[in-house]
């Protein structure tokens, strides 16, 4: 399990440091896919990175970014979330790690297999990235002193 966050962390992490360029002449082979799996979506707009397709759009009033292989496979979504939309187990682990700190850049990362959460958490000495399982089992990302 902590393969497959590393590993999707790892495709997120590529996608935001590749520079994009608009979709390839013909259409893109994420398309079909897209229309499928994302019925009713509004205002997409689609970016073509070297190795991943990505399409922005709206759903159930959700800014949501799909991920797609080159050849139109969906790999997976990330979405920003309120804290009250979390599962209850990420809520108590990070009320219990972390108390009453400011949290902040909440964001739910879902493949076929897993979903995880992304978020800061603003303790009075440092500034923390965290990823979440559903279950809840927590990994500090990166640690920054104030």
């Known amino acids: 399990m902590k393969r497959s966050i590393i590993v999707f962390s790892a495709i997120l992490s590529v996608i935001t440091a ?7 002449p013909g259409g893109n082979p994420a398309e079909a896919t897209f ?5 009713g979506a509004s205002n997409v707009k689609w970016n073509e990175g070297k190795d991943i397709i990505s399409a ?3 759903l159930s009033d959700s800014r949501i970014v799909a991920y797609f292989t080159p050849e139109g496979e969906l790999i ?3 979405r920003n979330v309120l804290f009250n ?9 990070i009320n219990n790690r972390y108390g009453d700190a400011p949290i902040f850049d909440i964001v739910e990362y879902t ?6 959460y992304g978020m800061v ?6 500034r923390l990235k965290l990823k979440i399982s559903a279950e809840g089992d927590v990994t500090v990302q990166h640690k920054e002193k104030k």
């Open 35 to 39: 229309q499928k799996e994302f019925n």
């Open 18 to 24: 590749t520079a994009f360029v608009g979709a390839r």
């Open 76 to 78: 997976g979504t990330e």
């Open 121 to 126: 958490v603003d303790t009075p000495t440092k």
């Open 85 to 93: 939309q979390l599962p209850l187990n990420v809520v108590k682990e």
């Open 56 to 58: 922005s759009f709206i």
């Open 111 to 116: 493949s076929d297999t897993e979903t995880f």
